[in-house]
Nanobody
Framework: QVQVVESGGGLVQTGGSLRLSCAAS????????MGWYRQAPGKQRELVAV???????TYADSVKGRFTISRDNAKKTVYLQMMSLKPEDTAVYYC?????????????WGQGTQVTVSS
């Protein structure tokens, strides 16, 4: 079983910065994908950014140039550096981890961390 723990959300003013972290633990041989999704009130959950084992990353168009995703494979941790935050970035941010262990694949979601950007 895989567990993920998120941290780093909070309240920030427009133009400010926040850094989210997500650490995975448990039955893991390799983590193929780590990333962040978000869900604003009344909206569907959407991809923010993901990073693959080799380091390739994908971003939503709305965050390109402002957010940076990175990972530390040794620590099984993914980070999301968010800069130039806008009110429309307000949402619950969920960590996502896709891992493998003894031939089986797991997809694990974090409990979510609130990010609120005030105007």
């Amino acid at each position: 079983q895989v567990q993920v723990v998120e941290s780093g959300g909070g309240l920030v003013q427009t133009g400010g910065s926040l850094r989210l972290s997500c650490a995975a633990s448990g039955s893991i041989s390799i983590i193929s994908v780590m990333g962040w999704y978000r869900q604003a009130p009344g909206k569907q959950r959407e991809l923010v950014a993901v990073i693959y084992f080799g380091g390739t990353s994908t971003y939503a168009d709305s965050v390109k140039g402002r957010f940076t995703i990175s990972r530390d494979n040794a620590k099984k941790t993914v980070y999301l550096q968010m800069m130039s935050l806008k009110p429309e970035d307000t949402a619950v941010y969920y960590c996502y981890v896709e891992s493998q262990y003894r031939g089986s694949r797991d997809q694990t979601w974090g409990q979510g961390t609130q990010v609120t950007v005030s105007s």
